[in-house]
């Protein structure tokens, strides 16, 4: 598929969108119960910024998935600000990490706050923040983020655990500096 192909975008979006929906589905099943988005509503609006993608080559399935994850991802965190900004003042939105398994203990977290530190680790180490938002956001297996970054296995293992444990820390409020 060519860079900005409208065309390989509508032929990959329908082999993968029930593995969207999926995501989709567990994302929200990690927000409140509330939450007014609905999963197909997510993956819809995820596919409407993906047709405004100019830059994109559409190369294979995991690259698709991470680039579609980083649109849920976006939509969910801007629903979150704009609800925030409407009711709470403190701007807090609350998501499980369960997926992460960051702590036993930690079987939620303020999905600002996860987008604030993933932005600090992505200044300090893109690919990091890149692993984690392709595993978390993404569901791709290590195996699979290993192949779409170009990557060894085990660096894949290490990144992850790395961040994991750095996004902890600093989504927590301890002091991280990198």
Do not use: C
Not at 23 to 39: C, F, K, M, N
Not at 85 to 110: H, Y
């Amino acid at each position: 598929m060519s860079v900005g192909d409208r065309q390989g975008l509508d032929q990959m979006f329908p082999l993968v969108y029930d593995e969207l929906h999926r995501l989709a589905a567990q994302y929200l099943g990690r927000e409140r119960p509330d939450h007014t988005l609905q999963p197909t509503a997510l993956v819809n609006e995820a596919y409407l910024r993906l047709i405004n993608q100019r830059r994109v080559d559409w190369r294979n399935r995991a690259q698709f998935l991470g680039v579609a994850a980083n649109m849920m991802r976006r939509i969910l965190v801007n629903h979150a600000r704009e609800r925030a900004a409407a009711k709470r003042p403190d701007g807090r939105e609350r998501v499980s990490l369960s997926m992460v398994e960051i702590s036993p203990d930690a079987s939620a977290v303020d999905l600002i706050s996860l987008e604030d530190a993933l932005n600090r680790l992505a200044a300090i180490d893109s690919r990091k923040a890149r692993v984690v938002e392709l595993r978390f956001f993404g569901g791709l297996t290590m195996d699979e983020i290993a192949e779409l970054l170009e990557i060894s296995l085990a660096t894949v293992e290490r990144e992850w655990s790395f961040a994991r444990a750095w996004l902890f820390e600093a989504i927590q409020g301890t002091d991280v500096t990198g």
